[in-house]
């Protein structure tokens, strides 16, 4: 069966009715999700929110796929349970794909996930080329192999496994940004110059900690190129999911830690500023098994 990462569940999904302020968790392993929390705010304003960072086990690409599954399933029942959320969104490639399907089977509260944004990336290239910068787990995930297959047979696409790029992000958040030579050496294997005058014209950022970089992945690109981030259309599938945005007035968020070791104070800053006032520790350590 093919399991549709976007979607509430591999079946159509009965709309839940509407309420006046629905509660939505966005969850990640650390930071990047608030790149998908920025887009579905501007979709469901009225919604309460809640953003949760998985910081003691990030990050999720050192773990083994049974070591993901567990975790993901422990932290997702104590958020549950916690804050009763109407959606959840797995703001993260590798929880979408490893972990979904296990937390559908466990839960019966809709889950939104994210995938690698192949289908658009060859819809939009001119040049034929196109790279898909991501975490090494994503790009040799089969999954991400499927989508090529499927969605971008006729273009030549670049897999560019970054190592270091979301922990860089994490650091441009926390305060500490990385120098630029170092963003460089990660995204530069992203642009492909042929012969005949072709040039990489599309990347995919395949990791939600991706776009917190943009700015400078703008600055520091070798020439200009379209940058896809999925979060806008997962907000999109969120609407289609709770529906349009109600009446009720938006609220400030929560953002919950399971370690929160790297809260400084220019996070805690970047936090307020993106809507999420209120920072709380939910202290889940990584279990060394």
């Keep these: 069966m093919r399991i549709d990462l976007m979607a509430g569940a591999t079946l159509p999904v009965m709309r839940p009715a509407q309420k006046p302020q629905p509660v939505i968790l966005v969850f990640d392993s650390g930071l990047g999700g608030l790149t998908v929390l920025e887009q579905v705010r501007r979709a469901r304003p009225d919604a309460a929110y809640v953003y949760a960072a998985d910081d003691a086990a990030f990050p999720y690409g050192r773990l083994s796929e049974p070591q993901l599954v567990a975790r993901v399933l422990a932290v997702m029942e104590r958020l549950i349970g916690l804050h009763s959320p109407d959606l959840v969104v797995i703001a993260c490639n590798t929880a979408s794909t490893v972990v979904l399907p296990a937390l559908r089977q466990r839960f019966v509260t809709p889950f939104v996930g994210v995938v690698p944004p192949i289908k658009p990336a060859a819809a939009l290239t001119r040049s034929g080329l196109v790279s898909l910068l991501a975490t090494?787990?994503?790009?040799?995930?089969?999954?991400?192999?499927?989508?090529?297959?499927?969605?971008?047979?006729?273009?030549?696409?670049?897999?560019?496994?970054?190592v270091n790029l979301a922990r860089y992000?994490?650091?441009?958040?926390?305060?500490?940004?990385?120098?630029?030579?170092?963003?460089?050496?990660?995204?530069?294997?992203?642009?492909?110059?042929?012969?005949?005058?072709?040039?990489?014209?599309?990347?995919?950022?395949?990791?939600?900690?991706?776009?917190?970089?943009?700015?400078?992945?703008?600055?520091?690109?070798?020439?200009?190129?379209?940058?896809?981030?999925?979060?806008?259309?997962?907000?999109?599938?969120?609407?289609?999911?709770?529906?349009?945005?109600?009446?009720?007035?938006?609220?400030?968020?929560?953002?919950?830690?399971?370690?929160?070791?790297?809260?400084?104070?220019?996070?805690?800053?970047?936090?307020?500023?993106?809507?999420?006032?209120?920072?709380?520790?939910?202290?889940?350590?990584?279990?060394?098994?």
């Design 136 to 162: 090494p787990g994503t790009v040799a995930r089969a999954y991400t192999s499927d989508l090529v297959r499927n969605y971008a047979a006729t273009c030549a696409v670049s897999l560019v496994g970054s």
């Design 169 to 289: 992000a994490e650091a441009e958040m926390a305060g500490a940004p990385v120098a630029d030579a170092a963003i460089l050496a990660e995204i530069a294997p992203c642009f492909d110059a042929r012969a005949d005058g072709r040039r990489t014209d599309v990347v995919c950022l395949s990791c939600t900690h991706y776009p917190l970089l943009l700015p400078r992945f703008e600055r520091l690109a070798p020439w200009p190129v379209t940058w896809i981030d999925p979060a806008p259309a997962i907000a999109r599938r969120v609407v289609q999911l709770l529906g349009e945005a109600g009446p009720a007035e938006g609220s400030e968020g929560l953002a919950v830690f399971t370690g929160g070791g790297g809260i400084t104070p220019a996070l805690a800053r970047a936090l307020t500023g993106r809507g999420l006032a209120e920072t709380a520790i939910e202290a889940m350590p990584l279990s060394a098994d």
